[in-house]
């Protein structure tokens, strides 16, 4: 214990001040596991890595090496600067890349890695990463080109089976039925599994660096051909019922088991030949450097790091990505005969649109609600409904998506008193361009940052004849001007 003791000011100094810069972080990352807006399991891939980790710390260490301080120190430092860039840029996400860092220098000191059951710190920290909502931030910004691969392999693959397929873009058609493959399509949340099993497999093995990612895309390609399996035979079952003895692929429990299945089959490659041979059998330190300051200056050093923690909570946050100021665009005085009443912004709304932009309007046309979200950064202001309507306690079930007149897509949504209500969205841009993805506008958006988006959503009662419904739709559509990306194309299903 007296060998601890010249560190224990710096120690408490450096611990207190990453506190201070994790309280702000932490409450937001267990908000999004528990706000519904957020469909993050996030919380899960914690249990996950706090079982590895109590599992090493059950084990005696092994082996002396005084660098881990030192090392863990270095990762504290860098987190302080990434909190200091994500306070003044005002992004939750970097915040919590921050926590990653925080928990490898944690498993540093901890030693996990020169235990009787060794774990890899960096591998626990990137563990760590998954409970972020990082599955939510790779659809919205990697989900239209995974969409689009597993479109156009899927379609290869049963063209060596089947005739009479056609495709175009996401969009399959086989003997007559149309099949989309739509967002929850895209592969994001077997390509989270497949990757959460690859990182736990390098946590206990500790492979060297190159043979890891080595691995990582493997892993990769292979949680794509499970997705390519499961639309492929989603696309039969709907297509070929007979084939599967009449049964309805799209309805649960069976549309899901489809899924983990060929997950599960895609990953025995990789339990079957991932071997531990090529795994450190010890922990190896960020930096050989071997510095020991005086005392005095370790005291200055973590006094500096804890002023400096106390004035990164401090700045003002100014977010980089404030969409620019958007006129609003006028809104048609009635509607199908009924005129428009405009509806406030909620207060949580306003202070929304203030601190980062854009500009959101209101307006009822008797039965029909109508919002339109104008914004510059679309990462910032556009969602799908289900997004917001989840986070005011509606259960909301995707319909999936019409191409006419425009490129739509369709939720129901529940309130808590039980009224149902539909809910058809779509995006357009500055530039005429028209969808229904949320991924696909993003994607579009990144390769024309200064375009302006708008979200067009039209919310109806769900009882409401349908007669009347689709002449809403239809008069809402032509009132706005909405441009039709495709023409002539029917209602298809969700793949």
């Known amino acids: 214990m007296t060998r601890l003791a010249p560190y224990s000011l710096t120690a408490a100094s450096f611990v207190l001040a990453s506190l201070i810069l994790a309280v702000e972080p932490v409450r937001w990352l267990v908000n999004t596991w528990l706000d519904p807006s957020y469909p993050s399991t996030g919380a899960l891939y914690l249990v996950l890595m706090l079982g590895l980790l109590l599992w090493s710390l059950s084990s005696p260490a092994t082996g002396e090496d005084a660098r881990h301080r030192q090392t863990a120190l270095l990762l504290l430092i860098a987190s302080g ?5 994500s306070q003044v840029l005002a992004i939750n996400v970097i915040r919590g890349f921050a926590l990653a860092l925080d928990v490898y220098a944690l498993a540093v000191l901890l030693r996990t890695g020169s235990r009787r059951r060794a774990v890899s710190p960096f591998w626990l920290s990137v563990l760590f990463l998954f409970t972020l909502p990082v599955e939510r931030i790779l ?15 899927t379609c290869r693959a049963l063209g060596l ?4 397929i056609h495709c175009s873009g996401i969009r399959i058609e086989l003997s007559g039925q149309d099949v989309l493959v739509d967002l929850p399509c895209s592969g994001t949340s077997g390509l989270m599994l497949a990757l959460t099993f690859v990182v736990g497999l390098n946590a206990l093995y500790r492979p060297k660096l190159p043979v890891a990612i080595c691995w990582i895309a493997v892993t990769l390609f292979l949680s794509v051909v499970a997705n390519v399996i499961r639309i492929g035979v989603l696309a039969v079952g709907l297509s070929h019922p007979d084939q599967i003895f009449g049964l309805d692929v799209m309805a649960n429990p ?13 990953l025995v490659p990789v339990l079957v030949f991932y071997k531990p041979g090529s795994a450190v059998r010890a922990s190896r330190p960020i930096s050989r450097l071997h510095w020991s300051p005086s005392k005095p200056v370790r005291h200055l050093g973590s006094l500096v790091f804890l002023s400096l923690a106390l004035v990164i909570v401090s700045l003002p946050r100014q977010a980089l990505d404030v969409s620019a100021a958007a006129e609003p665009q006028p809104l048609p005085l009635s509607i199908d005969g009924e005129y428009g009443i405009d509806e406030p912004l909620l207060p949580v ?32 202001h556009l969602h799908a409904p289900d997004d917001c309507l989840r986070g005011l306690g509606y259960e909301v079930k995707f319909l999936g998506t019409r191409f006419a007149p425009v490129p739509t897509a369709l939720y129901r949504a529940r309130s808590r008193t039980g009224e149902e209500w539909r809910v058809a969205v779509t995006f357009t841009s500055s530039r005429g361009e028209t969808t229904h993805n949320i991924a696909e506008a993003i994607w579009l958006w990144l390769r024309n940052p200064g375009t302006r988006w708008t979200s067009v959503q039209r919310i109806t009662p769900w009882n409401l004849p349908e007669k009347r419904q689709t002449a809403f739709e239809a008069a809402a559509i032509a009132a706005l001007d909405l441009p039709s990306a495709i023409s002539s194309q029917t209602r298809t299903r969700e793949g």
Not at 255 to 263: F, N, P, R, S, T
Not at 350 to 373: C, D, I, N
């Open 81 to 85: 600067f990434i909190r200091f860039l």
């Open 139 to 153: 659809q919205r910004i990697a989900g239209y080109p995974l969409q689009e691969i597993s479109a156009d392999l």
């Open 254 to 266: 069976l549309h899901d088991l489809i899924g983990y299945v060929a997950l599960a089959l895609s």
């Open 349 to 380: 709304e306003r202070s929304y649109f203030e601190q980062y932009g854009g500009h959101a309007q209101k307006r009822r046309y008797g039965a029909l609600s109508m919002t339109l979200v104008h914004t510059t950064s679309p990462l910032r």
């Open 161 to 164: 089976f089947f005739s009479d």
